[in-house]
């Protein structure tokens, strides 16, 4: 292994931490802003690895999660246009970094979380966090991201946690839904 690709792996660890804080909130400011963080960690990972349409993906969706932060900050309503535009500009530099048929893996799972992060039901957006990494975990594993592939598997497991403890064991317990925002 190379020193690059050392140095991306320990760069896909930090983004783990920050993608399993973000599951695993019931705030979704909190979420957006350990998603911020685990985007940038996962954007050096790929810059590292010379995956770029991983690492342009990674930088869309920093700046959605700021665009969307600064919504849920201001109590703004939810945008249309906001969501069909990430959506657009998520699709734009899909087409432009294609490379091979893995590099759709992170166009795709991005459009269904800008989806997923759009919505005030946390619980959907948990459902999209337990689906993604199924996807990346190919992705990773096709451009040599092994911790990657590792951190994807922990961030499956950490989704699945979030949902059990914030959606199934909280609903059976309180019978109320907090998961709105």
Known sequence: MTTFEIISQVFGAFGLIGTVIGDNQ?????VLLAFI??????????VFLYAWPGMIICIIA???SIVYYQF???????????????LLIGIISGGLSYQDIFSTIPLLSTLAFTWA??????????????IEPI?????????????????TALEFVGALIAIIRLDIIKKETSGGNDNKV
Do not use: C
């Open 62 to 64: 920093i700046i959605r």
């Open 72 to 86: 849920e900050k201001n109590n703004k309503p939810k945008s249309l246009f906001v969501l069909i535009l990430f």
């Open 117 to 130: 992060l759009w919505q005030s039901d946390l619980r959907k957006f948990r459902v999209v966090a337990l």
């Open 37 to 46: 963080f685990a985007n940038i960690m996962y954007a050096l990972q790929y």
């Open 26 to 30: 019931k705030k979704k400011l909190t």
């Open 135 to 151: 996807a990346f975990f190919f992705y990773d594993l096709h451009v040599g991201a092994y911790v990657g592939m590792i951190v």
